[in-house]
């Protein structure tokens, strides 16, 4: 099964093609610029530098969130585009379960805490159980506070890892709490195309219609408007 991946949650970028589990390629970037202007000039030097054409692909497979807004967008978006056009089928992925795969190398049992700054004091997080090579979901994905995460943690022994572009937001504020998480190296920090081909494990896919983005929050636009309508109608 020959996969092509983006991720495009957070202020990096990457794409990757994986075949059969096995990573042939990876573009990584974190410099900036726009995704829009970088996802696919990406995807498609990754495919001419591999010799593969877009036919070939058996599937697309994106992280739909959660992350940014703009940036899950885009990715859903160039997912969703290529999969109509070449009638393949399209898988979305948790971006918190796909940065997960990066504590691949850390030993058993390990509890790998993924992190995303979520602002407004919090965090996108989920908690992941390295089990039998691969991660073990422990908790949903969820918006929660330095604070309640530092208090489940210090109800749990053993090894933590952390990863993700929040990572180190979040390993800063658990040992200020006391605790002694294992921050991961700068080359496994962020999140990567890798990890969401692999979080997509063996699934064939859906109709990229039925391919949502999963935010976990409303908007800034939407909290606003919001709280405009609630304004307007204890004026009335």
Known sequence: MLTLAVDTSAKSVSAALVEDGMLLAQYSQCCGLTHSRTLMPMVEALLRNTGRKREELSRLAVSAGPGSFTGVRIGIAAVKGLAWALEKPAVGVSTLEAMAWHALGQPEGTVICCAMDARRGQLYNALFALRGGQPERLTPDRAISLEE???????????????????????????????????????????????????????????????????????????????????????L
């Open 149 to 235: 995460l530092a208090q489940e943690e210090k109800m749990r022994a053993g090894r933590t890892f952390v990863v993700g572009d929040g990572a180190r937001l979040c390993y800063n504020g658990l040992r200020e709490r006391g605790l002694a998480p294992v921050l991961a190296p700068p080359p496994l920090e962020h999140q990567s195309a890798w990890g969401v081909a692999m979080a997509a494990g063996d699934r064939p896919g859906t109709d990229a219609k039925e391919l949502l983005p999963v935010y976990l929050r409303l908007s800034q636009a939407e909290r606003e408007r919001q709280a405009r309508l609630q304004k307007k109608g204890e004026r």
